[in-house]
């Protein structure tokens, strides 16, 4: 009868002391080895690794950072992991921070405070070297706790006059503003939001409605879903639309998935776009120019945003002066495409 193989013992994990055994060193040469690999003759190295790569060796790296105080971890906070608009921003980070020798820790907070509060003091008490959120609205205890933790901390995609350190983000109501404007210039009267409950939509859908009423238009009709948007609530928010007594003929929608929805239903109902009804968008993701019609949109550089708020953080661990490191607006720019 054959006999099982033996199975790793799984209560015990691999030590520098195992290595040490098996490479015929000492435990301090195997952590010189690791660590200050210059200090060390080739062919000594050339043992301990192999002995690492036999025993499948991982290093203790808080152990590590305690001696060193770095962690060499940064920690993203995105409302979603799944929200195509913040990838860009995410490999941003994750490549400008590994080219300094940093690795990203991401996490999810959702769109409430109180997702983002629980998250950010596991965070915290995790000791990252520097802490990177999307968006400046925050609760007074994450606020504070943020403002005491001792650690860079960079919001991004939004501007604030009072940033909890350092700032890489553009003005939502900017946004709102100029779509509204570029709609009006369309010819478009009657004007709609389709926005997801979230604070910076709000901030969107709150300016594009102030610039309606400047521009003497009548006042956008709002319809509000929920976070993360959907191209189903697209559809949704069509239907409901369709039903307003004075029509539209202009619609602003959170996301381009929203508006992705929009055009779905449009189609659906032979409801001609740009024709009887113009659709901008928010975030300009790669499927937006390939919708039909091709989806007008708000283009934000989420790559650039992810560089330099990864850069804050370097630069403010290698001790750059503050005025180095002030908040920076990135702006936008609508991109034309044919369903505005």
């Given at each position: 009868?054959?006999?099982?193989?033996?199975?790793?013992?799984?209560?015990?994990?691999?030590?520098?002391?195992?290595?040490?055994?098996?490479?015929?060193?000492?435990?301090?040469?195997?952590s010189r080895a690791l660590n200050q690999p210059q200090r060390?003759?080739?062919?000594?190295?050339?043992?301990?690794?192999?002995?690492?790569?036999?025993?499948?060796?991982?290093?203790?790296?808080?152990?590590?950072?305690?001696?060193?105080?770095?962690?060499?971890?940064?920690?993203?906070?995105?409302?979603?992991?799944?929200?195509?608009?913040?990838?860009?921003?995410?490999?941003?980070?994750?490549?400008?921070?590994?080219?300094?020798?940093?690795?990203?820790?991401?996490?999810?907070?959702?769109?409430?405070?109180?997702?983002?509060?629980?998250?950010?003091?596991?965070?915290?008490?995790?000791?990252?070297?520097?802490?990177?959120?999307?968006?400046?609205?925050?609760s007074r205890q994450t606020r504070e706790r943020l403002a005491?933790?001792?650690?860079?901390?960079?919001?991004?995609?939004?501007?604030?006059?009072?940033?909890?350190?350092?700032?890489?983000?553009?003005?939502?109501?900017?946004?709102?503003?100029?779509?509204?404007?570029?709609?009006?210039?369309?010819?478009?009267?009657?004007?709609?939001?389709?926005?997801?409950?979230?604070?910076?939509?709000?901030?969107?859908?709150?300016?594009?409605?102030?610039?309606?009423?400047?521009?003497?238009?009548?006042?956008?009709?709002?319809?509000?879903?929920?976070?993360?948007?959907?191209?189903?609530?697209?559809?949704?928010?069509?239907?409901?639309?369709?039903?307003?007594?004075?029509?539209?003929?202009?619609?602003?929608?959170?996301?381009?998935?929203?508006?992705?929805?929009?055009?779905?239903?449009?189609?659906?109902?032979?409801?001609?776009?740009?024709?009887?009804?113009?659709?901008?968008?928010?975030?300009?993701?790669?499927?937006?120019?390939?919708?039909?019609?091709?989806?007008?949109?708000?283009?934000?550089?989420?790559?650039?945003?992810?560089?330099?708020?990864?850069?804050?953080?370097?630069?403010?661990?290698?001790?750059?002066?503050?005025?180095?490191?002030?908040?920076?607006?990135?702006?936008?720019?609508?991109?034309?495409?044919?369903?505005?």
């Open positions: 009868m054959t006999q099982p193989l033996p199975t790793p013992d799984r209560q015990r994990a691999t030590t520098v002391l195992d290595v040490a055994r098996l490479a015929g060193v000492s435990a301090m040469t195997v060390v003759p080739p062919a000594t190295r050339q043992r301990v690794q192999a002995a690492v790569e036999a025993t499948h060796y991982v290093p203790n790296l808080l152990a590590c950072g305690l001696r060193s105080r770095r962690s060499r971890l940064v920690a993203a906070i995105v409302p979603a992991l799944g929200s195509p608009v913040f990838s860009e921003t995410v490999q941003a980070l994750t490549a400008t921070l590994g080219a300094a020798g940093y690795h990203l820790m991401l996490g999810q907070s959702g769109y409430g405070a109180a997702g983002e509060d629980a998250l950010l003091q596991a965070v915290i008490g995790r000791r990252p070297d520097g802490i990177v959120l999307v968006g400046v609205d925050h005491g933790c001792g650690m860079p901390v960079v919001e991004t995609w939004d501007l604030t006059p009072t940033p909890i350190d350092m700032l890489v983000g553009f003005s939502h109501a900017d946004v709102g503003a100029a779509v509204c404007r570029f709609l009006a210039d369309q010819g478009r009267r009657r004007l709609a939001v389709v926005s997801g409950a979230d604070g910076r939509a709000a901030r969107r859908a709150q300016a594009f409605t102030a610039t309606a009423e400047h521009l003497g238009l009548p006042a956008p009709v709002l319809v509000e879903v929920d976070a993360p948007t959907t191209l189903g609530h697209g559809r949704q928010a069509l239907r409901q639309l369709l039903g307003h007594p004075a029509g539209v003929d202009g619609i602003f929608c959170s996301s381009d998935m929203l508006a992705l929805g929009v055009l779905t239903e449009a189609a659906h109902q032979r409801i001609a776009v740009p024709g009887r009804i113009g659709v901008v968008g928010f975030g300009d993701q790669p499927l937006a120019a390939d919708a039909e019609p091709a989806l007008t949109t708000v283009r934000v550089d989420g790559a650039r945003i992810g560089r330099e708020a990864a850069l804050r953080v370097i630069g403010r661990i290698a001790g750059a002066p503050a005025p180095e490191l002030a908040a920076l607006d990135v702006g936008f720019s609508i991109v034309p495409r044919r369903s505005g």
